[in-house]
């Protein structure tokens, strides 16, 4: 089932060029669960084959990425977060999932949601609390832009870089996921320390304040 899904979102980036990377990483920024990982690096790819440039793959993934999380952002905004962790779970939004999204924009805000733009899990989440906080949507839109930038930039250079040398990985999904996650490893696990020597930092102002 999966591998068909997966092979199904491949023809829709190679044949519908620039259009499938923007609606495939608009439904990656919502509740479908479609991993980037499996958009913008085929899509980089076919770009250095001459198909697509590598800019406007980048460009293409960090709009969609923007019109998914706005979407989510209006609909919890207007819909509230009651019923959030009232229905969330139909669209397999756990509770617990909900809570540490909640809790990252409630502690950290923009940067909470720069940082979670590349960041698994929490990256298709995020936009929902912010809404449901009602953060300055002008904010919320350049923090998102930036970080799903970053995020598209690097998942294009790296699938670039993987697909290149192993074209082959294209008829393996889940090989070239695995390859992907495990060349990105590095990445995440640098995002994922300044973000907690972030919280140090503001957890370290706030008892200074007491």
């Known amino acids: 089932m999966l591998h068909s899904l997966v092979l199904l979102w ?9 259009l499938g990377v923007f609606f495939l990483m608009a439904l990656e920024s919502t509740i479908v669960p479609i991993p980037s990982e499996l958009i913008l690096p085929p899509a980089a790819f076919w770009a250095a084959q001459g198909h697509m440039s590598f800019w406007g793959v980048v460009a293409a993934g960090t709009l969609g990425s923007y019109a998914g999380s706005a979407v989510s952002y209006l609909a919890c905004r207007w819909l509230g977060g009651r019923f959030l962790h009232q229905y969330g779970r139909y669209v397999l939004l ?9 809790r990252l924009v409630r502690d950290h805000g923009a940067f909470g949601i720069f940082v979670s ?6 990256r298709h989440l995020i936009s929902m609390p912010a809404g449901v906080f009602k953060m300055d949507f002008k904010i919320f839109s350049l923090v998102t832009l930036s970080g799903a930038g970053i995020w598209c930039y690097i998942l294009a250079l790296w699938g670039q870089k993987i697909l290149g040398a192993h074209p082959e990985l294209l008829n393996s999904p ?3 996921m695995s390859a992907v996650k495990s060349e990105m490893i590095w990445f995440v696990a640098g995002i ?7 919280s140090l930092v503001v957890f370290y102002k706030k008892s200074l304040r007491k």
């Open 174 to 176: 889940e090989q070239m």
């Open 192 to 198: 994922a320390g300044l973000a907690l020597l972030y």
């Open 94 to 102: 756990t509770d617990e999932k909900i809570t540490m999204a909640e």
């Open 117 to 122: 733009r590349m960041l698994p899990v929490v």
């Open 10 to 18: 491949f023809s829709w980036v190679r044949d519908g060029g620039y």
